[in-house]
């Protein structure tokens, strides 16, 4: 549920094949194969997550965490979706 809103085209993902190879030690078996947002074909040929449903997916996300009774973990997400997770917008800062 934790992935980057799909707007453009560079925002699909690789294949579990691929991710697999590059991260051996990781198991990727709770993804689907097509693990990016499928849906109704924008302007450049690709899918396009609406605003709204990029909402539904955090909300979801936010369920399943407090079904969980998740206290304490790490989430590393993009800036659209802590946004729409959180209401906030990050601050951009500089990594050195």
Partial sequence: MVREQFINGCDVGRSLRELAKIHPKIDFDQLDECWWHEGEMGHCGTSVESRGTLHERANKFAAFLKHERVHS?????HGNFFRALTGSQPESYDVI
Avoid: A, G, K, V
């Fill in 73 to 77: 973990t790490s989430i590393f997400m």
